[in-house]
């Protein structure tokens, strides 16, 4: 395969599976089979592009193939005449030439998407689950080490979810306004964690995947536009959050794609547009009783309005995670907070918290855990110690710019113990 092509086919799939894959399910109706006739697709576009070259629109040319295969598939099951009348008006058995998938309709399929896997009818534990698989295209097993939960369990959970929106006929469609509230919960918490996967990818040469945090901040921007004067404060926040987040994106790699961590970054490359538009979405945020989203908010606009590093209002940010660890505690809240208490405290009293976390053994294998630790003994000079987290954490991680940085940090405190 020419490497034109090759590159062509894996970037496609990179960045456009979920939009691919949210089309195809608004045409056919059925998720299985979306999939699948999506992967069938990038099959035949590794042979045929390189024949007869790249075509000029790539998706578009994987969405027709998919749905020829699509139609295909029912004809060889003897149910052609049936199903083709029930997709008639859906499009999916309309004959055209190339399609035009550039219309205002076409970039809100994942949002589509997002409201059907949020459906109250299906249950909480499965909603985000289950857009993470489709939009995202995560493995089971990628998603089910973030729940918690064994693989074949959570294969069992996708697997009924997809049946009941099938057997149930959920539509595939975004709710009116006034029935978006019940489901809102949900597709931002999916938002938020395409962005996070996005802004710290898990596997990968990069950091950062762009393409991702700037469909979350666009998913976003949709939801409070289509909610209007009904959105609720949270998805303000949220947007704010995603922003000021992606506002630091051009000084948190340097030209090789290694990290830069945020006391050490050029402050003058981050985007003062971006940080200009969350500042009065968090101030309508965090009227009232703030949630999770708008107080993660507030502490990234704290960061971005220090003008250098030293200027940090640490005190202001630990308050923040005070709040933060009442409304929604959890063990990653409680490892940012011990981090923020360093900044304020000394190391000596940040390493205090982290090991009271160690101890819970809730984060043991979160590489980030044992990075936080071991910057923390580097900064008191305990270098034999700070080595042994810096492994730790290298055996967990799992990005290679990630990778390297904890291998750079290694060498330092090595060589400083030398």
Not at 39 to 44: H, L
Request: proline share 4%; glycine share 4%; aromatic share 6%.
């Amino acid at each position: 395969m020419s490497a034109d092509a090759a590159r062509a086919v894996e970037t496609v799939y990179r960045t456009e599976w979920g939009r691919i894959v949210a089309t195809l399910i608004r045409l056919i109706g059925d998720f299985d089979l979306a999939e699948e006739c999506a992967q069938e697709a990038f099959a035949a576009a590794v042979d045929q592009w390189e024949a007869s070259g790249v075509p000029d629109a790539p998706r578009a040319w994987i969405i027709q193939t998919a749905r020829h295969k699509a139609i295909d598939r029912i004809r060889r099951k003897g149910r052609y005449a049936e199903k083709l009348a029930l997709y008639t008006s859906s499009g999916l058995a309309r004959e055209m030439e190339e399609p035009d998938y550039d219309t205002s309709e076409i970039p809100d399929d994942r949002l589509r998407l997002m409201f059907t896997c949020c459906h109250p009818a299906l249950s909480h534990e499965v909603q985000v689950p289950l857009t993470l698989r489709t939009l995202c295209g995560l493995e089971t097993d990628e998603i089910a080490r973030a729940f918690l939960v064994s693989t074949t369990t959570m294969a069992q959970r996708l697997v009924r979810a997809k049946h009941k929106i099938r057997d149930a006929r959920i539509p595939y469609a975004v709710p009116e306004t006034k029935d978006m509230a019940e489901r809102v919960e949900a597709v931002l918490t999916v938002i938020y964690l395409v962005f996070n996967e996005g802004y710290a990818a898990t596997r990968g040469a990069s950091l950062v995947r762009t393409d991702l945090c700037a469909e979350a901040i666009r998913l976003g921007r949709l939801v409070v536009s289509l909610m209007g004067t009904q959105a609720p404060t949270e998805a303000k926040g949220l947007l704010a959050l995603m922003l000021l987040h992606d506002a630091r994106r051009e000084a948190r790699i340097d030209e090789e794609g290694d990290i830069i961590v945020l006391e050490e970054q050029d402050r003058s490359l981050w985007n003062r547009e971006q940080i200009a538009e969350a500042q009065p979405l968090i101030g309508e945020a965090l009227r009232g009783a703030p949630g999770p989203f708008s107080l993660q908010a507030a502490i990234a606009a704290v960061h971005c309005l220090a003008a250098r590093a030293q200027d940090t209002d640490w005190e202001q940010i630990v308050g923040l995670y005070d709040e933060l660890s009442r409304l929604q505690p959890s063990p990653i809240v409680s490892l940012n907070r011990a981090v923020a208490v360093a900044m304020r405290d000394g190391p000596r009293r940040g390493l205090v918290l982290i090991d009271e976390l160690s101890a819970a053994n809730d984060l043991d294998n979160y590489h980030l855990l044992h990075a936080a630790r071991a910057d923390l003994l580097r900064r008191l000079g305990l270098r034999e110690e700070a080595a042994k987290d810096y492994r730790r954490a290298l055996e967990l991680a799992t990005n290679e710019s990630e990778k390297r940085y904890l291998e750079r940090r290694l060498r330092e405190v090595q060589a400083a113990g030398a």
